[in-house]
């Protein structure tokens, strides 16, 4: 069905949603400098790992739609196509919030033993993880792909389907 064929306008409500990120990134680069104390650097980590998970879980339970997905004229539903809320929301992101956590805890431990260094995030453990979030992010879209409604794994975990604008009972 047409309105579920929202797989390109996904796309680019996520290069949206990337571009809106752009300034807590740049605040994490300043405060995660090797100039940093220890202390201003997981701040930084902190502020920059969790705007996006607020920013993603706040917007879709408030309005089933981040800024990019308003922009590509997209909404997430629950699976009778009605709006979600908080629960689900969270849902979605959870998967990216566990690999996210699992980053940041290594992280800060670099932090703490050894502050911003030439070897910050170069771990065994950072690229594990950084494969893991890959390797999630493919099966992701290839379960999209491959589905009548177009749903990515997060959506069976939620119980969501992201559908063209205005769909909603």
């Given amino acids: ?11 680019l409500a996520l290069i949206i949603d990337i571009l809106v990120m752009i300034p807590f990134v740049l605040i ?8 940093s104390p220890p202390i201003i650097s997981v701040v930084g980590l902190l502020v920059s790992v969790f705007c996006y998970h607020f920013y993603s879980i706040y917007l879709h339970a408030r309005f089933g739609q981040t800024l990019g997905k308003m922009a590509m004229k997209i ?12 629960h689900q929301s969270f849902l979605r992101e959870l998967p ?53 409604r177009h749903r990515a794994l997060h ?4 119980g969501t389907v992201v559908v063209r604008f205005p769909t909603i009972r």
């Fill in 1 to 11: 069905m047409e309105k579920y064929r929202t797989i390109g306008r996904r796309f």
């Fill in 96 to 148: 990216l919030v566990l690999l996210t956590i699992s980053m940041l805890v290594i992280e800060i431990r670099h932090v703490s033993l050894y502050g911003i260094n030439e070897d910050f995030r170069q771990t065994i453990a950072d690229n594990v993880i950084l494969l893991l979030v890959t390797v999630w992010l493919i099966s992701d879209t290839i379960v999209t792909l491959v589905n009548q």
């Fill in 28 to 35: 994490e680069h300043i405060l995660t400098s090797e100039n």
């Fill in 75 to 86: 909404i997430v539903l629950d699976s009778e196509e009605r709006l979600i809320g908080f």
């Fill in 155 to 158: 959506d069976f975990i939620a």
